[in-house]
């Protein structure tokens, strides 16, 4: 299977070099919302163009190296991109004032994103696994078993702490400025690993590096988002409250999907009520911890 080669890891080295040189340039710039739209639009694209993909497997085939990508996995990439555009926005100064202020798309993406992704294919970790036999080769099969179950754990931190945590701080707008700095940081290595994914899996399809290279650098790219939160580790003492909600959400996770989508509708309700002063106060200070 041959992808058509990608720019936007490029741009994602430049957008790198562009917020290190000059960090108050690049965040009242265009810079915020051309990268991850072009990774939504990227997105979109390879969804629109790899339509002979299987549509029936849910196995990712991303995480082997004998299987073959699914269209799925191809399709719910753009789910992931747009809630990194979204969080890219959201960071903006120049447009939290106007997603703030829109009430509907706030709420829906801040609380409700998995309501809404069931609008789109899933794939399945498990379904990799339980396909190593068939689409692992033998001298890799431990490593990919490894490395999947590692990216699984992420995939987990990544929907709650990247995705929730961070968003819930925006809601309440606690970031300081120097929280911004490392969030803006982490959201350029999570655009990198949003899109690099298809072009090392063509580089390993055609043979310009190795299965287990090309899963490495994979890694290494969203492992990379954990600097951030080592610069900014306070962040979760200072807003212990809701470090502390977004843990239940993380118990939840593995249990059915209902009750986390119920826990999420719940949230909504006691932040904006807590956001727009309408607990009473002995409630809301037991719920906030204040």
Same mark, same amino acid.
């Given at each position: ?23 108050? =340039? ?8 051309? %990268?991850? %739209? ?6 979109? =694209?390879?969804?629109?163009?790899? =339509? ?13 190296? $004998? ?6 996995? @191809? ?10 555009? !979204? ?17 509907? @798309? ?5 609380? %409700?994103?998995?309501?809404? $992704? ?7 970790? $498990? ?9 692992? =080769? ?10 999947? *179950? ?9 929907? #709650? ?22 969030? /803006?940081?982490? %959201?350029? !290595? ?24 090309? &899963?490495?650098?994979? *890694? ?6 954990? /600097?951030?939160?080592?610069? *900014? ?17 993380? @118990? ?6 209902? &009750?986390? #989508? &119920?826990?999420?509708?719940?949230? *909504? ?7 727009? #002063?309408?607990?009473? @106060? ?9």
């Amino acid at each position: 299977m041959v992808f058509p080669k990608v720019k936007k890891n490029e741009q994602c080295f430049f957008f790198l070099l562009c917020f290190a040189s000059s960090y108050e =340039t690049f965040k009242h710039s265009f810079l915020i919302w051309s %990268l991850p %739209l072009t990774g939504l639009v990227q997105s979109i =694209t390879a969804a629109l163009t790899f =339509t002979f993909l299987s549509r029936t497997k849910t196995d990712p085939g991303y995480y082997s190296d $004998r299987g073959t990508l699914s269209y799925a996995f @191809i399709v719910e990439n753009s789910f992931f991109s747009g809630l990194l555009l !979204f969080q890219w926005l959201y960071y903006s100064d120049k447009f939290y004032s106007l997603i703030d202020q829109s009430i509907i @798309i706030d709420n829906c993406i801040v609380f %409700l994103p998995y309501i809404i $992704r069931q609008l789109w294919p899933k794939t399945h970790f $498990r379904d990799s696994l339980n396909n190593s036999n068939k689409n692992k =080769t033998a001298p890799n099969k431990r490593f990919y078993l490894i490395v999947t *179950m590692v990216t699984k754990i992420f995939y987990v931190w990544a929907k #709650h702490y990247i995705g929730y945590f961070l968003n819930y701080i925006r809601f309440f707008n606690r970031a300081n400025d120097e929280q911004i700095y490392y969030i /803006y940081l982490l %959201l350029i !290595f999570s655009a990198f690993a949003t899109t690099i994914s298809v072009f090392l899996h063509t580089l390993k399809f055609k043979g310009y590096i190795g299965p287990r290279l090309s &899963y490495i650098i994979y *890694m290494i790219s969203y492992l990379s988002t954990f /600097y951030s939160f080592i610069r *900014m580790r306070e962040i979760f003492f200072l807003h212990y409250d809701l470090t502390f909600y977004v843990f239940i959400g993380v @118990i939840l996770n593995f249990g059915p999907l209902k &009750y986390q #989508h &119920y826990y999420q509708i719940l949230l *909504m309700i006691l932040f904006n009520g807590h956001k727009f #002063h309408v607990l009473p @106060i002995s409630f809301d200070r037991i719920l906030f911890l204040y």
